[in-house]
Nanobody
Framework: QVQLVESGGGLVQPGGSLRLSCTASGIGFNFYTMAWYRQAPGKQRELVAVVNSDGSTEYVDSVKGRFTISRDNAKNTVNLQMNALKPEDTAVYYC?????????WGQGTQVTVSS
């Protein structure tokens, strides 16, 4: 069964940290580009961070220096370490697995940054 399962969301105060994890099953994980997207209320889904199959990474400007994406191919897992969180980081965060025309999505996990 092909699925992506996210975990690690929650409520955190501004300046705090959270670590999101996404575990994939049913795919050749090593070959996939893995990414985290987010969607805030009333806004379009946006790409946050990408880790390619070769380990190279890309980030949207608004999270550079604060977020770190990593992958563990032995565990079929991609993580997003989020530090120095801001209220504007509040959103549902989605894990994505991409290979050629195939694009898989997780169910999403809520991240709320509020005092």
């Amino acid at each position: 069964q092909v699925q992506l399962v996210e975990s690690g969301g929650g409520l955190v105060q501004p300046g705090g940290s959270l670590r999101l994890s996404c575990t994939a099953s049913g795919i050749g994980f090593n070959f996939y580009t893995m990414a985290w997207y987010r969607q805030a209320p009333g806004k379009q889904r946006e790409l946050v961070a990408v880790v390619n199959s070769d380990g190279s990474t890309e980030y949207v400007d608004s999270v550079k220096g604060r977020f770190t994406i990593s992958r563990d191919n032995a565990k079929n897992t991609v993580n997003l370490q989020m530090n120095a969180l801001k209220p504007e980081d509040t959103a549902v965060y989605y894990c994505s697995a991409q290979l050629r025309a195939r694009n898989l999505w997780g169910q999403g996990t809520q991240v709320t940054v509020s005092s």
